[in-house]
């Protein structure tokens, strides 16, 4: 919409702009890590205070990158739900669900050293870990459906992580070790694979 003014903004600006609308303006069940990886692309370490928000660039080796990004799958079991209920329940019982909450936060510091290190793994891990524990917080994070389908996909060796404040309509699977085409094979079945690759420039706009 700036490009279509001839107004030019960074990428810092647009990050800002869009997550100050998102957050503050429309008063939306969401964070800041979404405009800003949108904006920035690639892989980013995202930390957000009171004074602002902080993204730092992940330096992986292109084989890592490759490797990280081969072991991803993404699917779509259209589960849609609205993320503010589920959130307000947290914020409404978060005595009961800040010491996990914190547990989630120190985990997902490790995922920069092991991106780093190339430690595919681990990484399949620490989003298996991360996912177990968003299960046991008080929202509306978990059913039969993220169960069973949590637990097959271990079962392969991979790991689930159903992204968002929510029951996803989105899973993402890790698998570290080869297992894509088993996880496709149990997924195919209710849900649809979304092919994705890792943008490494983030927004961009272009004039045709």
Do not use: W
């Amino acid at each position: 919409m700036y490009s279509f003014q001839g107004i030019e903004k960074t990428q810092q600006e647009l990050l800002e702009t869009a997550a100050h609308i998102e957050v503050d303006v429309l008063e939306g069940a969401s964070g800041y890590h979404d405009p800003t990886i949108c904006a920035l692309g690639d892989i980013r370490y995202v930390e957000y205070d009171q004074n602002g928000i902080h993204p730092q660039h992940v330096a992986v080796s292109d084989d890592v990158r490759a490797a990280f990004q081969q072991s991803l799958l993404f699917f779509c079991g259209g589960h849609h739900a609205k993320s503010k209920p589920s959130l307000n329940l947290l914020e409404s019982h978060l005595d009961k669900g800040l010491d996990h909450l914190h547990q989630i936060k120190t985990i997902g510091t490790e995922l920069k050293p092991a991106l780093i290190a190339g430690d595919i793994k681990r990484v399949g891990e620490i989003i298996g870990e991360q996912q177990r524990l968003k299960m046991t917080l008080p929202g509306k994070f978990t059913d039969d459906y993220v169960k069973e389908t949590v637990a097959a996909v271990r079962d392969l060796g991979a790991y689930a992580q159903l992204p968002g404040g929510k029951i996803s309509a989105f899973v993402m699977v890790c698998c570290p070790d080869g297992q894509q085409q088993a996880v496709r094979d149990l997924m195919k079945a209710g849900h649809h694979e979304i092919p994705f690759a890792i943008e490494r420039n983030g927004t961009t706009a272009q004039t045709v």
